[in-house]
């Protein structure tokens, strides 16, 4: 059971057909279909515990379902090595933390071993070095390039972390709630570097896991709501962030506004809050 050549470039890019997905007994996921061509940029939203992370686990091969099949890459999890698929993909995981304090260049240079440190006796090829400081240029950190791991800012840690998952020339990019902890600027900036990244390599798909529709770069293409481990809306953006789908969605009446430059914002409908204390007073009032 091995993946014998590099995964054929035509096709979709993930499959994924009547997925459930249960551990201890519970469903985490339940009849999840999804396919993502080359060229498409997914978001995957939902609200805590909806099972997002999860979802991201099965497509980016780290779990298998438990019912129904996914393919990743055009080859069906359970019949294929694993590992080696693992490689063909850029998995993005803000907490990654390289072993020992690397500078960016051998961090984005990990990506090429997928491994947390500098494989001993292990030099890139001058072409292979050429690569990593190009995208590091791309993704804004030249002048970063020399600096150790502890040094970095969390938003240049991020960014460093998909040059070093674009390392491999992945036809797929996972990330995980990548502007997690950032501030202003820094989110501002990371997702810049998703759209100029889309933009440069119009083959790539992406699958983008967040909780906030603020973080969704302009170019998102298509959208997935998840609530309670099933799907409740999928397709094309346009179609799936209404108002109505992400209130249900997070069970919470919210007015959603998408702006000339193409980014989403959730504003909440005002709901009727009581605090400790409100019963008495209108208790009061109503004898006086
Ligand atoms: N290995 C596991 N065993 C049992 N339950 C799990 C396991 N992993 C996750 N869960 C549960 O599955 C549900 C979905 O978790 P998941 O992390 O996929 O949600 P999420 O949508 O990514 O949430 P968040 O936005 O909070 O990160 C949660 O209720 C979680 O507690």
New binding site residues.
Partial sequence: MTVLSRPADTGPVLRADSVDFV??G?H?LREISLTVHPGEHWALL??????????LGLLGAVTHPSRGSVEVLGRTMGRVDVRELRSYLGHINPRHTPDGPLRVRDVVLTGLTNTAAVVPRWTPAEQEAERADGLIAMLGMSHRADATWPTLSQGERGRALIARALMPQPRLLLLD?PATGLDLAAREQLLASIDALRARHPSLATVL?T?HLEELPATTTHAML?RG?LCLASGPVSEVLTSDLVSTCFDHPVRLIRSDDGRWAARAQPVPVTMPGDEADALVSAAS
């Fill in positions: 551990r201890d519970r985490l939902g609200a805590n515990g909806a099972g997002k992370s999860t979802l709630e896991v909780h998840l481990g």
